[in-house]
């Protein structure tokens, strides 16, 4: 998994293929996972620690470069050992190590195996302009973990951290990313991947699809738990008509990560060429390459806030805002006016303005062409069911009852 800065994530060139169901043989196995705005972290760090993430998301061309963005995320209660002692864990599809240790201590049970290799992860502090790396030394254990209501996995791997830095209120990661992301976290082996907590319930026999799913709903809540995971399938009550599925991207770095080809309209404008990015619910926001940035930025009529970062609009531009298209396959992915804004009732949970209209698209840094070109965070993620599929590397998205809500 990547741990990193402030506060708390096909193979084949195709078309996106309307997928028949990707159902478990006997009801999906779900875990509740909670969305929090980490406030602690101060009300400036979110678009610094997430900008943080994505820099060292785009120059990892291997995985080996874990960031974690701590300021926003979602959050899983899991339970390690045996009995269980749950840990909160940040929810991250941009990494793959499940470790704990950050805030609450490891507590060895009988289930507890220390297998004498100390596992290596880099972590990114300071801010976005001037990122420091240092390796944190973890001590590999592999343990019983035990997901929702009695789903049990024995003989995980858990990275123990002797020590961590810029983590607050959370206890480490459950990665879900792609297995090689685990590449070179082992110091002794480091050829030697780790299977993640996906593979493992696949292997143990505990569900029949190496798939993961993913359930957000929008909320103006600091802190609620509006989303699930479901491992081994999919849950038909959280989306709308079919899935349709898009082939993981052979352009790296993307394709290290869950990366996916899309291009971008803005009303009927492209603003983004098809092209490599990554889907991750570590990231907070939206982002795209400098010049569709600018090209957004310049048909929305918005300016740079001086406090957040973000761009913000007047009511009347916010009025005048045309949809946002992720031309995503053979399927459009609409992200409507509302859906392009940050949360009102959370703008001083960011140091912003209550009055003020922020949009949630950010500038990457780079311009198109550079192999990540975009980032789809969880504001993009809470208005779509989102299902990634290992065995068949592709990512398949719905639309869901909140795609065209206007809570925001």
Same mark, same amino acid.
């Given at each position: 998994?990547?741990?990193?800065v402030?506060?708390?994530?096909?193979l084949?060139?195709?078309?996106?293929?309307?997928?028949?169901?990707?159902?478990?043989?006997?009801?999906?196995?779900?875990?509740?996972i909670?969305?929090?705005?980490?406030?602690?972290? *101060?009300?400036?760090?979110?678009?610094?620690?997430? %900008?943080?993430?994505?820099?060292a998301? %785009?120059?990892?061309?291997?995985?080996?470069?874990?960031? #974690?963005?701590?300021?926003?995320?979602?959050?899983?209660?899991?339970?390690?050992?045996?009995?269980?002692k749950?840990?909160?864990?940040?929810?991250?599809?941009?990494s793959?190590n /499940?470790w704990?240790?950050?805030?609450?201590?490891?507590v060895?049970?009988?289930?507890s195996v220390?297998?004498?290799?100390?596992?290596?992860?880099?972590?990114?502090?300071?801010?976005?302009?001037?990122?420091?790396?240092?390796d944190?030394?973890r001590?590999?254990?592999?343990?019983?973990?035990?997901?929702? %209501?009695?789903?049990i996995?024995?003989?995980? @791997?858990? *990275?123990?951290?002797?020590? &961590?830095? &810029?983590?607050?209120n959370v206890?480490?990661?459950l990665?879900?990313?792609?297995?090689?992301?685990?590449?070179?976290?082992?110091i002794?082996?480091?050829?030697?991947? #780790?299977?993640?907590?996906?593979?493992?319930?696949?292997?143990?026999?505990?569900?029949?699809?190496?798939?993961? &799913?993913?359930?957000?709903?929008?909320?103006?809540?600091?802190?609620?738990?509006?989303?699930?995971?479901?491992?081994?399938?999919?849950?038909?009550? =959280?989306?709308?008509?079919?899935?349709?599925?898009?082939?993981?991207?052979?352009? =790296?770095?993307?394709? /290290?990560?869950? *990366?996916?080809?899309?291009?971008?309209?803005?009303?009927? /404008?492209?603003?983004?060429s098809?092209?490599?990015? #990554?889907?991750?619910? *570590?990231?907070?926001?939206?982002?795209?390459?400098?010049?569709?940035?600018?090209?957004?930025?310049?048909?929305?009529?918005? !300016?740079?806030?001086?406090?957040?970062?973000?761009?913000?609009?007047?009511?009347? =531009?916010?009025?005048?805002?045309?949809?946002?298209?992720?031309?995503?396959?053979?399927?459009?992915?609409?992200? !409507?006016?509302?859906?392009?804004?940050?949360?009102?009732?959370?703008?001083?949970?960011?140091?912003?303005?209550?009055?003020?209209?922020?949009?949630?698209v950010?500038? #990457?840094?780079?311009? @198109?062409?550079?192999?990540?070109?975009?980032?789809?965070g969880? !504001?993009?993620?809470?208005?779509?069911? @989102?299902?990634?599929?290992?065995?068949?590397?592709?990512?398949?998205?719905? =639309?869901?009852?909140?795609?065209?809500?206007?809570t925001?």
């Amino acid at each position: 998994m990547f741990p990193a800065v402030s506060l708390l994530t096909t193979l084949l060139l195709a078309l996106s293929i309307a997928g028949s169901l990707v159902e478990v043989d006997t009801s999906p196995i779900t875990l509740p996972i909670a969305r929090r705005l980490n406030v602690s972290k *101060g009300t400036t760090n979110l678009l610094q620690s997430d %900008k943080a993430r994505v820099a060292a998301l %785009k120059g990892s061309q291997t995985g080996s470069i874990p960031v #974690i963005n701590d300021a926003a995320g979602y959050i899983a209660a899991v339970g390690v050992g045996s009995p269980a002692k749950t840990y909160n864990l940040i929810v991250d599809t941009g990494s793959s190590n /499940t470790w704990v240790g950050a805030t609450t201590p490891y507590v060895k049970t009988s289930t507890s195996v220390n297998t004498g290799q100390p596992v290596s992860v880099i972590y990114g502090s300071g801010s976005f302009s001037g990122m420091a790396y240092n390796d944190i030394i973890r001590t590999e254990y592999t343990d019983t973990v035990t997901l929702g %209501k009695g789903l049990i996995i024995t003989k995980q @791997s858990i *990275g123990v951290a002797s020590s &961590s830095t &810029s983590f607050t209120n959370v206890d480490g990661i459950l990665g879900i990313g792609p297995e090689d992301l685990t590449l070179g976290s082992l110091i002794k082996s480091p050829a030697k991947t #780790i299977p993640t907590i996906t593979e493992n319930l696949f292997s143990q026999g505990t569900i029949s699809q190496k798939v993961v &799913s993913v359930s957000f709903r929008p909320t103006t809540s600091q802190e609620t738990t509006n989303g699930e995971l479901t491992f081994g399938g999919t849950d038909a009550t =959280k989306y709308i008509g079919s899935i349709a599925y898009t082939p993981i991207t052979t352009t =790296k770095p993307a394709s /290290t990560y869950w *990366g996916i080809n899309e291009s971008i309209t803005y009303g009927s /404008t492209t603003i983004l060429s098809s092209t490599a990015g #990554i889907v991750d619910t *570590g990231t907070t926001f939206l982002y795209i390459a400098t010049d569709a940035y600018t090209k957004y930025q310049s048909a929305t009529g918005a !300016t740079v806030d001086s406090t957040t970062g973000l761009l913000v609009v007047s009511s009347a =531009k916010y009025n005048a805002l045309k949809n946002l298209n992720f031309n995503i396959g053979s399927e459009t992915y609409v992200l !409507t006016p509302n859906a392009q804004i940050w949360p009102r009732s959370l703008n001083t949970h960011i140091g912003g303005s209550s009055t003020a209209i922020y949009l949630i698209v950010n500038d #990457i840094g780079t311009p @198109s062409g550079q192999g990540m070109d975009f980032v789809n965070g969880y !504001t993009f993620l809470e208005r779509f069911y @989102s299902v990634f599929d290992t065995a068949n590397s592709r990512v398949g998205f719905a =639309k869901t009852s909140y795609t065209d809500a206007t809570t925001n």
